[in-house]
């Protein structure tokens, strides 16, 4: 981003969490926390648990050198918390709204990073084609791509409206893992012009689950920066990193390719929780 794009950069997460995840067995720092080690300009996080959202704003107050006070969006009621320089933003609301709302009211001159990491079936396609409007943005999607093939199937019918809402109405009824993944990169993206890649994310213990990291841009060369992430240092520096915290708090377990399922809700079978589920 630094070399291609000038003007300010902001960080935006759609699904922000507590700022630390422990789905491993072991405390690591979740996509806020990282993210605020970046220079960035600006980061809107959003998080509609309402609980989740208080320990972000603690974690983000007590881990960071920004100090967070609480205040409400204005005219709306909505809670949020803002560092005392105005670069970070806390929403607690759904990102659907809260995204597009900021795509559509924000000035244009920003550079967006926009990360999408949903716990369940939750992000509208109309919120990807808002921000595909929008463009100056890389977007990276955490495909829940197990839980799609599985709501998508003739046995889930009673859940194709909720997938139909994050695909669209022709997605691949009864598709395979592939089929959904390449439908999302060519009839979402594709169609808005945008390129994409994607990198298949499943445990080498289990087939039970399964995620494709889809990232999308306009820039050739940040596919190019990001495919060669993809195809070389991604599962090694994950790996590394989960061994490195673990021996920090000393948990004692040897192996790290479990998986976190969230309970269904309303029939829908909701995926899978953790990022990093992987084999050392």
């Not at 949903?118 to 929008?134: G, K, S, Y």
């Not at 046995?155 to 194709?160: F, I, K, T, V």
């Not at 070389?232 to 920090?248: T, Y």
């Amino acid at each position: 981003m630094k070399a291609n794009w000038d003007g300010p950069k902001w960080y935006i997460d759609t699904h922000s969490g507590t700022g630390f995840t422990q789905e491993l067995g072991v405390k690591i720092p979740g996509s806020a926390l990282r993210a605020l080690k970046h220079d960035f300009d600006k980061f809107y996080f959003y998080e509609k648990d309402v609980g989740h959202f208080e320990t972000l704003v603690e974690t983000i107050d007590q881990e960071t050198e920004r100090s967070m006070s609480h205040g409400e969006i204005p005219d709306e009621e909505i809670p949020m918390a803002y560092s005392e320089d105005g670069s970070v933003k806390v929403m607690n609301m759904d990102c659907n709204s809260g995204v597009t709302y900021l795509a559509e009211h924000a000035g244009y001159n920003s550079h967006w990073f926009t990360f999408v990491d949903p716990e369940r079936l939750t992000v509208e396609r109309e919120l990807i084609e808002r921000l595909c409007r929008r463009g100056k943005m890389d977007i990276l999607f955490n495909f829940q791509t197990s839980a799609f093939e599985r709501n998508g199937s003739d046995a889930a019918d009673h859940a194709h409206a909720k997938v139909a809402s994050n695909l669209g109405e022709g997605f691949p009824v009864n598709g395979s893992a592939e089929d959904y993944v390449s439908y999302y990169q060519d009839d979402v993206f594709g169609k808005m012009g945008w390129k994409s890649v994607s990198r298949r994310m499943e445990s080498e213990r289990s087939n039970e689950w399964r995620y494709d990291l889809i990232f999308a841009s306009k820039k050739a060369v940040a596919l190019k920066i990001i495919d060669d992430i993809y195809t070389s240092d991604l599962k090694n520096d994950v790996a590394r990193e989960v061994r490195e915290w673990r021996a920090k708090t000393d948990t004692g377990q040897t192996g790290f390719g479990s998986f976190v399922s969230i309970p269904a809700v309303d029939g829908e079978d909701n995926g899978q929780a953790s990022l990093f589920d992987f084999e050392g």
